[in-house]
């Protein structure tokens, strides 16, 4: 594990547990700083420790990518609460498989959370290159579909 990810995981270990605990003594602070060190060391030593693990290689394209998934979430909150408040409760469910083109596992995982995340809209299965998604609505399919999420996060994956 290089320095520089090794100094990652523990400030990032390290400011979680700031944040959790809410103390800012000076031995509980150099407690916190010992604790991440000590998980890094034993996570290093039982062969834990991965570049999926703690992808800081993706840290610049998350500052574009959070903001757009943030904004579709909050279009598709709109439009399944526009659904839900309609009295004749314009729904059609529906099953779509969207194919996938992420090279790695997190890109694929982090494509069907975005779609989970996203109201209207569940990934039920991943296999091979393709996510089974249910949709609530046919143009909710169509979206996720449409393959916008797909091609943001294989950019946000930074292997295309």
Known sequence: ????????????????????????TPFLLTMGVV???????????????????????LGRSAFS??????????????????????PALPISPTMVRVKTSQKTQVGQVTYANSITLTPGTISVAIAGDEILVHALTREGAQGVADGDMDRRVTAFEGLS
């Open 65 to 86: 990518y959070w903001p757009w998934l943030i904004g579709e979430i909050a279009r598709s909150a709109l439009d399944v609460s526009r659904i839900i408040v309609d």
């Open 35 to 57: 604790s991440a060190v000590a998980i890094l060391w034993f996570a290093h030593r039982m062969d834990v420790v991965d570049h999926e693990g703690h992808p800081i290689h």
């Open 1 to 24: 594990m290089s320095p520089y990810r090794s100094i990652s995981v523990i400030a990032t270990l390290f400011l979680f547990w700031v944040v959790m605990s809410g103390f800012f």
